[in-house]
């Protein structure tokens, strides 16, 4: 090194630091933030009855800076620096700045982040709700919490299936409607059993609301034996496990969205129902939220025993609710 450039590594590292305290939330951005985490951090205890855990590694953005939470208890602390137009992921890859909310299991299934940005990125992307965008943003961010609470079972189990058995890889939960949406009959008992679970989870009167219940999962399970038994069944368990994790996600939102609307044991409220749905484009989100819906309502204490955190069980509990 010549003498000259001595310098450059200290003044690199000033450049650094001073870039970085340019970096600054905008107070609402902020405020949004942390009223989000410490909600989920009581519906984690409350309403999903999980042992409190630490906020997983957290990466959010705004339009200039990325900022950095390498996770644990409230509050957390935030590293920033500006990202240039795309956010580094912790797997060594990139993702251009925009809308953005997921969870991921990390590189070797055991070390899960979380990816939001911003409410002011949202806002110029165009993102609007009925419910208003800060409510959208806090009901999204209580779903992909609650996968990176799955993972350590979740994990795994993808691991196996992802490009075994003729399933996808990367496998995710809009798999399967991309591989079976073009089949007309396919569709058809799709759409026939979701909404025989939404008349169970919406109808007043709880006899015949279980009597829906049991005929939509009758055809759940005929359209898994006729389109998703080949392959030792591969299809059918990736499709009970997204409908177990997106489902408790939706369920998440549609709790966030009701309030107090919302009553274990009772009908859901419609309102809640339709601005969680949002339209209902995605099939593991839309018919995992009925399922939940039947699950909360003749089964109000499937918490107890840890269930929010192994999706696996909520088909078979949801089932089991509604048998006799």
């Given amino acids: 090194?010549?003498?000259?450039?001595?310098?450059?590594?200290?003044?690199?590292t000033l450049l650094a630091a001073t870039a970085a305290a340019t970096c600054q939330m905008a107070p609402a951005d902020r405020a949004w933030l942390?009223?989000?985490?410490?909600?989920?951090?009581?519906?984690?205890?409350?309403?999903?009855?999980?042992?409190?855990?630490?906020?997983?590694?957290?990466?959010?953005?705004?339009?200039?800076?990325?900022?950095?939470?390498?996770g644990g208890r409230l509050p957390l602390g935030w590293s920033s620096a500006p990202h240039n137009g795309a956010i580094k992921l912790p797997d060594g890859t990139s993702l251009p700045v925009g809308v953005a909310s997921f969870a991921a299991p990390g590189v070797d299934q055991s070390t899960p982040y979380f990816v939001m940005?911003?409410?002011?990125?949202?806002?110029?992307?165009?993102?609007?709700?009925?419910?208003?965008?800060?409510?959208?943003?806090?009901?999204?961010?209580?779903?992909?919490l609650s996968h990176a609470r799955q993972f350590a079972e979740v994990g795994p189990i993808l691991a196996r299936l992802e490009g075994q058995r003729g399933l996808p890889n990367p496998l995710s939960d809009d798999s399967l409607q991309e591989t079976f949406e073009k089949d007309p009959a396919y569709l058809a008992a799709y759409e026939l059993e979701m909404k025989a679970l939404f008349s169970a989870a919406l109808d007043p009167d709880p006899l015949r609301a279980k009597t829906k219940a049991?005929?939509?999962?009758?055809?759940?399970d005929a359209r898994q034996a006729r389109w998703l038994?080949?392959?030792?069944?591969?299809?059918?368990?990736?499709?009970?496990?997204?409908?177990?994790?997106?489902?408790l996600g939706q369920w998440?939102?549609?709790r966030h969205v009701a309030a107090g609307k919302a009553r274990p044991g009772r009908a859901a409220d419609l309102a809640a129902v339709i601005a969680t749905r949002r339209g209902g484009k995605y099939w593991s989100q839309d018919e995992g939220l009925a399922i939940m819906l039947v699950l909360d309502r003749f089964n109000p204490r499937w918490s107890d025993h840890q269930a929010a955190a192994r999706p696996t069980l909520l088909l078979a509990l949801a089932k089991a609710a509604v048998a006799e």
């Fill in 1 to 12: 090194m010549e003498r000259g450039d001595e310098a450059i590594p200290a003044l690199l």
């Fill in 34 to 70: 942390d009223r989000s985490l410490v909600e989920w951090t009581r519906v984690e205890q409350r309403q999903l009855h999980l042992t409190g855990s630490p906020i997983p590694t957290f990466i959010t953005a705004d339009s200039k800076c990325a900022y950095t939470a390498r």
């Fill in 117 to 144: 940005t911003l409410p002011s990125v949202w806002r110029v992307g165009g993102v609007t709700s009925t419910l208003g965008l800060d409510q959208l943003m806090t009901g999204a961010m209580l779903h992909e």
């Fill in 214 to 220: 049991r005929q939509g999962f009758a055809l759940l």
């Fill in 229 to 247: 038994s080949a392959n030792d069944g591969a299809w059918a368990e990736a499709d009970r496990l997204f409908l177990g994790m997106e489902g």
């Fill in 252 to 254: 998440l939102m549609y």
